[in-house]
């Protein structure tokens, strides 16, 4: 069982930038794929990025291509999202999962284990 706690979430500005983190209770994280999501009021949950399991291939959405960025710490068996310049429409909950198959993905179903979610709230 992998137990994903997210953290880092708040309210910021338009423009702003914040980091979030998804601690993972794992002995080796590199056993998993990882990704984000979110899901905000009345929308269905959606694909922010994703990482392999060594980090060498990244995928995002095209809503936060280049202003996003996914990266991971396996040593620390973390997972970060940067987020810059980011908008209101970029509130939402921010989920993390951790998916055992055979290639990173954006598809939901794929993932086996997700967090509770972090908060993340933009002000005009």
């Known amino acids: 069982q992998v137990q994903l706690v997210e953290s880092g979430g708040g309210l910021v500005q338009t423009g702003a930038s914040l980091r979030i983190s998804c601690a993972a209770s794992v002995r080796t994280l590199s056993y998993y794929h990882m990704g984000w999501f979110r899901q905000a009021p009345g929308k269905e949950r959606e694909f922010v990025a994703a990482i392999s399991r060594n980090g060498g291939e990244t995928l995002y959405a095209d809503s936060v291509k280049g202003r996003f960025t996914i990266s991971r710490d396996n040593a620390k068996t973390t997972v970060y999202l940067q987020m810059n310049n980011l908008r209101p429409d970029d509130t939402s909950v921010y989920y993390c999962?951790?998916?055992?198959?055979?290639?990173?993905?954006?598809?939901?179903?794929?993932?086996?284990?997700w967090g509770q979610g972090t908060q993340v709230t933009v002000s005009s």
């Open positions: 999962a951790a998916d055992q198959g055979p290639r990173a993905t954006y598809l939901s179903r794929e993932y086996d284990y």
